[in-house]
């Protein structure tokens, strides 16, 4: 497996997150994480490159129980009948590395496992972060967010009373804003670990939907007709709203555009998802532009209404989520905003293969 190509400086100071009085330095100086606040280098990437990726679910299939690493589990349910698990009494941090391939399958086949009381994983810190995330792939190093100084690899988002560093556009009248993760990135992410560093008492879940369950309620000769399709994902606008002085008007890396099938298969479970999401695609190759538009706003009324597919994650202390972003969608839930309490949290992002056509044969390169 290639490496990653970014370059790392030495820490350099945030650009936002400084104090503005002795109030606020004190707050920072007691918060349990301050370490983990965001920061903005001035690093600049080159372009990521391709690498092979294999995924660790494949090898949890040889396995005689590939579910053997929940034995110790003392409770799990599912959270609705087609996306989501929710598990106590396992310590992710201990899982060895057959617990973490099963961990891998596990999510590959509920699109969405949410672990609780995982305080030990998450006061870890972020060499383990990074150790956790490269067994599941190499690490994504976001263009434009905010990272902890000196882990580049650790996906921030952040809110406060004062400040907010997440890619959130105020002009609508809602806040829901679903999409699969930099999925403008020629190899975009597979399974993906999140977690609460700080939450407000109420509000800031986070909802998920099934793509492998959004395509399965459309009928047999309209998904006949998407596996034909392939799509164009762009991050020039999140580019741009970090160029427009927003986020830590940081871009370390040019954006880059990409084009996707309609409709991947998982490479483990071979299961077919839609692959759309309102934040990043933008239109589908080779359609004229009024049929592109008129298809993509069917499939993200579908995704957004689909209350049948979706699954809410009320976040607790210490909770660690992983989902798998091949196959489901989500969207974070901006519903704080006048309590001024901190949201902070941080992403690791395994980058997976290149998404697979279900269709067998679709040229991506046209
Ligand atoms: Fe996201």
């Known amino acids: 497996m290639a490496t990653t190509t970014a370059t790392v400086s030495e820490v350099t100071p945030s650009l936002r997150l400084r104090p503005r009085n002795d109030e606020e330095a004190k707050a920072i100086e007691e918060y349990r994480y301050s370490h983990l606040l965001p920061h903005f280098s001035q690093d600049r990437y080159p372009p990521l490159q391709p690498f092979d990726h294999v995924d660790p679910g494949h090898r949890a299939l ?65 060499d383990f972060y990074r150790e956790w995330g490269r067994h599941f792939g190499r690490l994504h190093i976001h263009p434009t967010s905010g990272h902890p100084a000196g882990y ?53 879940d986070t909802l998920f939907t099934s793509q492998v369950s959004t395509l399965r309620r459309l009928s047999p000769q309209f998904i006949a007709f998407l596996r034909t399709l392939k799509a164009v994902h762009s991050g020039f606008e999140q580019a741009d709203f970090s160029r427009s002085g927003r986020r830590g008007a940081t871009v370390r890396r ?22 759309v999401n309102k934040q990043f695609t933008r239109r589908i190759v080779g359609l004229k532009r009024e049929e592109s538009e008129t298809i993509l706003k069917f499939l993200f009324d579908h995704i957004d209404k689909s209350a049948d597919n979706q699954a809410r994650v009320k976040w607790r202390p210490h909770t660690v989520v992983l989902w798998d972003n091949r196959i489901t969608a989500h969207t974070a839930i901006v519903d704080f905003k006048e309590t001024g309490e901190r949201r902070h949290g941080a992403r690791i992002t395994p980058q997976a293969e290149r998404p697979i056509p279900a269709l067998d044969g679709l040229d991506l390169n046209a």
Do not use: K, M
């Open 62 to 126: 040889t396995l005689p129980n590939p579910r053997a690493f929940l034995d110790g589990a003392t409770r799990t349910a599912e959270l609705t009948p087609r996306l989501g698990t929710e598990v106590t009494g396992i310590n992710l941090a201990e899982l060895d590395s057959s617990g973490r391939d099963q961990l891998a399958l596990e999510v590959a086949r509920r699109g969405l496992v949410v672990f609780r009381d995982q305080q030990d994983f998450i006061d870890r810190g972020p």
């Open 152 to 204: 580049p690899e650790v996906h921030l988002v952040y809110r406060d009373a004062n400040s907010t560093f997440n890619f959130e556009i105020d002009e609508s009248v809602t806040t829901t804003s679903w999409h699969s993760d930099v999925s403008y990135e020629l190899q975009p992410p597979g399974l993906t670990t999140f977690f609460l560093l700080s939450s407000p008492d109420t509000g800031g």
């Open 254 to 275: 040019e954006p880059v555009e990409h084009i996707h099938p309609v409709v991947r298969r998982h490479p483990v479970t071979g299961e077919e998802a839609l692959y």
